[in-house]
């Protein structure tokens, strides 16, 4: 059932590789998950750098390992492809369904919220959830359309918001060191911090943080160089990230205070602008984060378009493969392909607005546990990497035996932070029913061909 190498059009260059990578995980959980991060953390901004470094694992040595991957294909699909071409066609129909029905409509939802959250703050609106859902699902259409009607379109406009939504972080983190006092938050610290495990929930935010990088894959198959190049960028924007990300957090932590941060939520940010330059300017720095959310969107669903397309080309893993493998020759997109993804981020808007609404999952959201499953079936491509190692296709201990496993525990140290939440095993249950029906599809396609 393995598909075909079908050549494509390369379109983008290592930069926009980066791009979406940096795009994608930066722009909306530093800015809004930061009050999560410190609530979790007991307010101690110390546990919550310990815990984003060890979450990093999940992503810098997770990002080399993949690399392994990526570096050995250039087929369309990404993760997809290769669970594919490492482990076989059941596995694969087992991770393109949980990708294309839970993951990635489940964190463009709720990222499309956070467009109409910060909105709504820009334009003094009263903060309603059904404001903000509508705002969010605005933009989503808009984002859709765009990255449909023109893939240049799309990769100019990550290109763009990548690098926009570098001023608001770093001048943030900058003055923030500047005029706050940044060794406090690390005074005072002792092994009781870590005692209990309610600090662990902190991971949940963070991974939402750190997530989108695997995204990236996605696209690879119109990267140009993409053996080489895809490699590269799955090393470096991690690394940059969590830089970045750490920087941010303390930062802003240490200029308005972790209390404050805490109490104030999403709203923390425009107010330390407001504080370090005046109301004016607490005005454009809502707005880059904005744009820098936008592209976080736009990253995600720029990959998500892709998704059912490359499932259907395997040969019938997606239910109407015959029209969602179909090409438009026009555009170069598949157009069929991009419809069904907007329909079912549709349907996960509306969940993420009722469980919102009605606050079942408290300091948590629709995304999170479908971030930690998702590490969760990383393990296996991790697994597939020490093989080639054991069986001499990968020569270097480190490629082949110690990223691995550090990528291997990174995972575990995620699921571990979504166990934390009191719905898990409820959300664990509905993503393990959608990969058994798509086993059930699978085994039947496989009977009638």
């Known amino acids: 059932m393995k598909q075909d190498s079908i050549k494509h059009k390369e379109k983008y260059g290592l930069f926009t590789a980066i791009a979406m990578i940096v795009g994608v995980c930066i722009g909306s959980g530093i800015f809004f998950k930061s009050d999560n991060i410190l609530v979790a953390a007991g307010g101690s901004i110390f546990l919550g750098v310990v815990v984003f470094v060890i979450a990093a694992m999940a992503i810098i040595f997770g990002g080399i390992t993949v690399g392994?991957?990526?570096?050995?294909?250039?087929?369309?699909?990404?993760?997809?492809?290769?669970?594919?071409?490492?482990?076989?066609?059941?596995?694969?129909?087992?991770?393109?369904?949980?990708?294309?029905?839970?993951?990635?409509?489940?964190?463009?939802?709720?990222?499309?919220?956070?467009?109409?959250?910060?909105?709504?703050?820009?334009?003094?609106?009263?903060?309603?959830?059904?404001?903000?859902?509508?705002?969010?699902?605005?933009?989503?259409?808009?984002?859709?359309?765009?990255?449909?009607l023109s893939a240049k379109a799309g990769g100019i406009f990550q290109n763009c918001t990548t690098i926009i939504k570098m001023i608001p972080?770093?001048?943030?983190?900058?003055?923030?060191?500047?005029?706050?006092?940044?060794?406090?938050?690390?005074?005072?610290?002792?092994?009781?911090?870590?005692?209990?495990?309610?600090?662990?929930?902190?991971?949940?935010?963070?991974?939402?943080?750190?997530?989108?990088?695997?995204?990236?894959?996605?696209?690879?198959?119109?990267?140009?160089?993409?053996?080489?190049?895809?490699r590269k960028a799955l090393i470096i924007a991690p690394l940059f990230i969590l830089v970045l990300y750490v920087i941010y957090f303390v930062g802003i932590s240490s200029y308005i205070g972790p209390e404050n941060v805490m109490a104030l939520g999403d709203e923390h940010v425009a107010l330390a602008a407001s504080n370090l330059f005046g109301p004016v300017f607490a005005k454009a720095v809502t707005i880059f984060v904005i744009i820098s959310v936008m592209g976080t969107v736009n990253g995600l669903i720029l990959g998500f378009i892709r998704m059912p397309y490359s499932m259907a080309l395997r040969r019938g893993m997606m239910p109407?493969?015959?029209?969602?493998?179909?090409?438009?020759?026009?555009?170069?997109?598949?157009?069929?392909?991009?419809?069904?993804?907007?329909?079912?981020?549709?349907?996960?808007?509306?969940?993420?607005?009722?469980?919102a609404k009605y606050d079942f999952l408290p300091n948590s959201d629709i995304s999170e546990i479908s971030i930690a499953m998702s590490y969760l079936l990383y393990i296996a491509l991790y697994y597939q990497v020490y093989k080639m190692y054991k069986n001499k296709e990968i020569t270097s201990p480190l490629r082949g035996l110690v990223f691995p496993a550090l990528a291997g525990l990174g995972s575990l140290f995620i699921l571990s932070g979504g166990l934390q939440n009191s719905l898990f095993i409820y959300y664990a249950g509905f993503c393990l029913l959608v990969i058994i029906l798509s086993q059930i599809y699978y085994n039947r396609k496989e009977k009638s061909s």
């Open 68 to 148: 392994e991957l990526a570096s050995r294909t250039s087929n369309p699909g990404g993760i997809v492809t290769y669970a594919d071409e490492f482990l076989g066609s059941r596995t694969a129909c087992g991770f393109g369904w949980f990708q294309t029905f839970v993951y990635y409509p489940t964190l463009i939802a709720v990222v499309s919220w956070v467009v109409g959250v910060y909105t709504c703050i820009l334009l003094n609106l009263p903060g309603r959830l059904e404001t903000q859902i509508l705002i969010g699902y605005g933009f989503t259409i808009i984002c859709f359309l765009f990255n449909t």
């Open 169 to 230: 972080l770093l001048f943030l983190a900058v003055f923030g060191f500047i005029y706050g006092d940044p060794l406090s938050g690390f005074s005072n610290v002792s092994l009781q911090s870590f005692k209990g495990s309610s600090w662990i929930a902190a991971i949940g935010p963070i991974a939402f943080s750190f997530d989108g990088w695997i995204v990236s894959t996605s696209v690879a198959h119109e990267i140009k160089d993409s053996k080489r190049n895809m």
């Open 320 to 355: 109407f493969s015959n029209k969602l493998s179909a090409m438009d020759k026009k555009l170069d997109m598949p157009v069929n392909s991009s419809l069904f993804a907007f329909s079912l981020v549709s349907l996960w808007m509306l969940v993420h607005y009722i469980t």
